[in-house]
C-alpha cells in the first residue's frame, strides 16, 4: 500500500495556452467534468474523476500558462496550485505537462521552469496527429533523456496514447518511492535558477536535438498570416470577422430571446390565475407558501454551491414567513411583478451569452484570435489596452456582463481590470428602449434625425470607454504596457465539443448569478416601490377625483408615497440642474438597478395605463404633453438630450456590478465603476442642460 492511496490522489494537467489540456482532461475523465471555484478566487478550475487500472485519481485542468512568473490571475491560480499554496488542497501527487508536439520549442521554455519544480512529472507530447500530419518527426526517447522524464506521444482528438498516459499515471502513483529511479522521481533540466536567456536556449538545444521538421513546414500558414496580420488588411479582416459573428448574435438570438421573454409573460400569467381570489385558510396558504419558499431557497443554495449555515437558514425562514405573510395582493405582485420579471428580464440575455461565448472559443481555438489581437495592438495601444480588449470591447456592445466574462482573454490583470471597469460605458441593448424612448421624444417627424441620436449615443459612449481607459492607464492603474509576447499558434480545427462546454460553463455561472443576486436585487426594487403603501382613504380620495383613468391615477399617487418616490422628491435638488422633475428621478433611481427600468418607471409615473404602456406612440405622446409649473414642457430639447447622455453614460445594472465584483474578487472595484460612471454621467448631463438652455434650446 502507498501512502496517497489513503486519500484520492490528484493529477494535474499544466502546459501552455492551447497545448491541449482541456481535450485530453476530457479524454482522460470521459467528460465528465465539473467547475470547481475556490473561496477567494475568480478563476474556474475544471475538475473530473479519471479512472486507472485499480484506483481513481482526481484530474485538474489547470489555466493554460506561458511562464510560472505569474502575470494573469489564471497563471497565478496554476502556479498556487502545483505549489500547494490553495487553501484544502496539497501539491499534486502526479503533475501532467501536456507539450505541443507542433511547437515544442515554444513550449520548452515553461517545461523547463515546471521541471525544476522537482515534482513527479510525465510528459504528455500531445498533437503527436498534427506534427505527424506535418511531417515534424520527434525522437521520444532522446526527448525523453533530455527532459529526465517520461514521455508518451499521445492525440486528444484521435485518443492515441491515453492508455499507456494512464498506465504511466498509475505506476506513478501506485509507486510513489522507488528506490532505484530515485533518477526519475522527480523530473529536472538541471536548469535550476537559470536566467530567460540559458532557459531558451536550453529550449532551443533540446528541440534541435530532438525534433527534426521539414523545412517547407508553415508556407501556407506564412501566406495566410502575412494578409492577416497586415495593418490594414488585417483590420478589415478582423472587423469582417466580429461584424459576422455580431450579426449572427443578433439575428440568430432574436428566436430564443422572444421564447425566453414569452415564456415568462406566460409564467406570470400562469402564476396569476393559480392564486386563490382570497385565502379562505391562512394556516394551510402559509405552510404552502412557506414550504415552495424553502424549496426555491434550497434549489437556489445549491445551485450557487453556497454552504448551508446556521445563519442562512434562520434569514430563510423568516424571509418565508415574512412572504407567506404578505396580504394577497402584494404577493401576487411580488411574485408576478417582482421575482417572475425581474429574473426574466436578466434571463432574456442568456441566448446571446451563450451564443457569444460559442464564436469566441472558436475563434480562440483555431488560432485566428491571437491573429487578430497581433493587428488590433496597433490600434488599442494608443488608449494603452492591449489588443485583446477589443473582443470584451465590442462583446460589451450587446451586454456589459458577456463583455466582462470575455476580458479573462486579457493575460494582464491590470489590462484587464482596465478593460472591465470601462466596458460598461459602451451601449448595451438594455440602452435601445431609452434611446428609441428620447429620439421619438425629440424626433418623431424625422427618422435621420432620430437615428443621428443613436449614431451620437453609440459614439459618446465608445469615446468615453477609451478616454476613461486612457485615464485610468495614466493614474490609478498606471503600469508599462507590457508589449505581445505571443507567438502566432498554428492554425488548428477547433474542437466542437470542447466548446460547448465552455458554453455550458459560462452559461451556468450566469443562471447562477439571475438565481441568487438578481433575485434578491429585483425583490428589494419591488418591496422600494411598493410601501409604504397609500392609505385606503387616500386611494378612495385619489380614485373619485381621476375620474375614467382611476387606476392610473392611484398607481402613480402609490408610487407617489413609497420609499422610491419620496427618494424622488428628496433627490429634487440633485437633479434639477440636469433638468429632472422629481418624477424623471424616480426613473433614474429605480434604473440603477437596470436601466430599461426607466421606460416603465416613467409610464407608471406619468400616469399610463398599464396596457397603452407597450405602445410607444402613446407613451411618448403623453411625455410630450407634461408641463412644468410654468406651463412648458417637462421634455424639452435640453432636458431630453440631458437624460440621453445621463443614460449613455451612467453605470445603472446591478447584474453588471455583480459580474464586475465577481470577475475582479472584490466589491472595490464594482463601487469604483459605479462611483466615476455616475459622477461622469452626472457631469456630462450638467453640461449638456446648461449649454442647451444656455443656447435656447431650453
Ligand atoms: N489535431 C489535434 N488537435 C488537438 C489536439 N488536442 C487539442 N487539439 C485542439 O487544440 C485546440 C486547443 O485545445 P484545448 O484542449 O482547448 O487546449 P488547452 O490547452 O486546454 O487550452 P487553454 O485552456 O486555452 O490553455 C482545440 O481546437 C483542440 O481541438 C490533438 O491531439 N490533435
Ligand atoms: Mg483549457
Not at 71 to 86: D, H, M, N, R, T
Not at 495 to 517: D, H, K, P, Y
Request: net charge neutral; hydrophobic share 50%; glycine share 6%.
Amino acid at each position: 500500500m502507498s501512502v496517497v492511496d489513503t486519500k484520492r490522489a490528484t493529477v494535474a494537467l499544466v502546459g501552455n495556452p492551447n497545448a491541449g489540456k482541456t481535450s485530453l482532461f476530457n479524454r482522460l475523465t470521459g467528460l465528465r467534468a465539473r467547475t470547481a471555484n475556490y473561496p477567494g478566487i475568480t478563476v474556474d478550475l475544471r475538475k473530473g474523476t479519471v479512472a486507472l487500472p485499480g484506483q481513481s485519481a482526481e484530474l485538474i485542468d489547470l489555466p493554460g500558462l506561458y511562464s510560472i512568473d505569474a502575470l494573469s490571475p489564471e497563471e497565478q491560480v496554476a502556479k498556487a496550485v502545483l505549489l500547494g499554496e490553495i487553501d484544502g488542497a496539497d501539491v499534486p501527487d502526479v503533475v501532467v505537462l501536456v507539450l505541443d508536439a507542433t511547437n515544442l520549442e515554444r513550449n520548452l521554455f515553461l517545461a523547463s521552469q515546471i521541471l525544476d519544480l522537482e515534482l513527479p512529472t510525465v510528459v504528455a507530447l500531445n498533437l503527436i496527429d498534427a506534427a505527424t500530419a506535418a511531417d515534424i518527426r520527434i525522437e521520444v526517447d532522446k526527448l525523453a533523456a533530455e527532459l529526465h522524464c517520461p514521455v508518451v506521444p499521445v492525440s486528444a482528438k484521435t485518443g492515441r496514447g491515453v492508455p499507456e498516459l494512464k498506465k504511466l499515471l498509475h505506476e506513478r502513483l501506485s509507486s510513489p518511492l522507488p528506490v532505484l529511479q530515485t533518477e526519475h522521481q522527480s523530473c529536472t533540466t538541471g536548469c535550476t535558477g537559470c536566467q530567460f536567456s540559458a532557459r531558451y536556449d536550453w529550449a532551443e538545444r533540446v528541440s534541435k536535438a530532438a525534433v527534426h521538421s521539414p523545412d517547407m513546414l508553415g508556407r501556407r500558414t506564412a501566406a495566410v498570416d502575412k494578409l492577416l496580420t497586415n495593418p490594414v488588411v488585417g483590420v478589415f479582416a478582423f472587423l469582417a470577422v466580429m461584424l459576422g459573428v455580431f450579426y449572427l448574435i443578433f439575428s440568430m438570438a432574436s428566436v430564443p430571446m422572444d421564447l425566453v421573454d414569452e415564456t415568462f409573460a406566460s409564467l406570470g400569467e400562469w402564476a396569476n390565475q393559480q392564486l386563490p381570489e382570497t385565502i379562505s385558510n391562512r394556516a394551510l396558504w402559509f405552510g404552502g407558501v412557506f414550504a415552495v419558499s424553502m424549496s426555491l431557497l434550497a434549489g437556489s443554495y445549491w445551485a450557487a454551491r453556497i454552504r448551508w449555515s446556521r445563519t442562512s437558514t434562520a434569514i430563510a425562514i423568516v424571509t418565508s414567513a415574512v412572504v407567506a405573510l404578505l396580504p394577497l395582493e402584494d404577493f401576487r405582485s411580488l411574485l408576478v411583478d417582482g421575482v417572475i420579471g425581474g429574473i426574466g428580464g436578466v434571463l432574456i440575455f442568456l441566448p446571446q451569452i451563450c451564443i457569444l461565448f460559442f464564436f469566441i472559443s472558436l475563434l480562440e481555438d483555431s488560432g485566428y484570435m491571437a491573429r487578430a489581437a497581433f493587428v488590433m495592438e496597433r490600434l488599442m495601444r494608443f488608449v494603452g489596452l492591449p489588443g485583446k480588449a477589443f473582443v470584451p470591447m465590442l462583446s460589451a456592445h450587446a451586454c456589459a456582463i458577456p463583455g466582462i466574462m470575455a476580458a479573462r482573454v486579457i493575460e494582464n490583470w491590470r489590462d484587464r481590470l482596465v478593460t472591465i471597469l470601462v466596458l460598461p460605458l459602451l451601449t448595451c441593448s438594455a440602452r435601445l428602449p431609452v434611446y428609441s424612448m428620447i429620439a421619438a421624444l425629440l424626433f418623431a417627424e424625422s427618422p435621420f434625425k432620430a437615428s443621428l441620436v443613436f449614431v451620437g449615443a453609440y459614439l459618446l459612449g465608445i469615446g468615453a470607454a477609451l478616454f476613461s481607459a486612457w485615464c485610468l492607464k495614466k493614474t490609478i492603474l498606471k503600469g508599462d504596457a507590457i508589449p505581445l509576447v505571443i507567438e502566432l499558434p498554428s492554425y488548428r480545427m477547433p474542437s466542437l465539443i470542447n466548446s460547448l462546454q465552455l458554453v455550458a460553463e459560462r452559461g451556468m455561472i450566469f443562471v447562477r448569478q439571475a438565481g441568487t443576486v438578481i433575485l434578491l436585487i429585483s425583490v428589494i426594487l419591488w418591496a422600494l416601490a411598493t410601501y409604504p403603501k397609500l392609505p385606503d382613504a387616500q386611494v378612495e380620495q385619489v380614485a373619485a377625483n381621476a375620474g375614467a383613468n382611476a387606476e392610473q391615477q392611484v398607481a402613480q399617487a402609490s408610487l407617489a408615497y413609497s420609499v422610491a418616490g419620496r427618494v424622488g422628491k428628496l433627490f429634487e435638488p440633485v437633479f434639477r440642474p440636469l433638468g429632472f422633475d422629481w418624477k424623471i428621478n424616480v426613473g433614474v433611481l429605480t434604473s440603477f438597478a437596470a436601466r430599461e427600468v426607466v421606460v416603465s418607471t416613467l409610464a407608471i409615473v406619468y400616469g399610463i395605463g398599464e396596457d397603452s404602456a407597450e405602445d410607444e406612440a402613446t407613451l411618448v405622446e403623453t411625455l410630450r404633453r407634461q408641463q412644468r409649473p410654468d406651463g412648458t414642457p417637462v421634455f424639452n430639447m435640453a432636458t431630453s438630450l440631458s437624460l440621453l447622455v445621463f443614460f449613455v453614460l451612467a453605470m445603472q445594472c446591478l447584474p453588471t456590478q455583480a459580474v464586475t465584483k465577481r470577475e475582479t474578487g472584490s466589491w472595490k472595484w464594482a463601487m469604483l465603476q459605479l462611483g466615476y460612471m455616475s459622477g461622469l454621467a452626472y457631469v456630462a448631463a450638467l453640461v449638456t442642460y446648461q449649454v442647451c438652455t444656455r443656447a435656447g434650446l431650453g
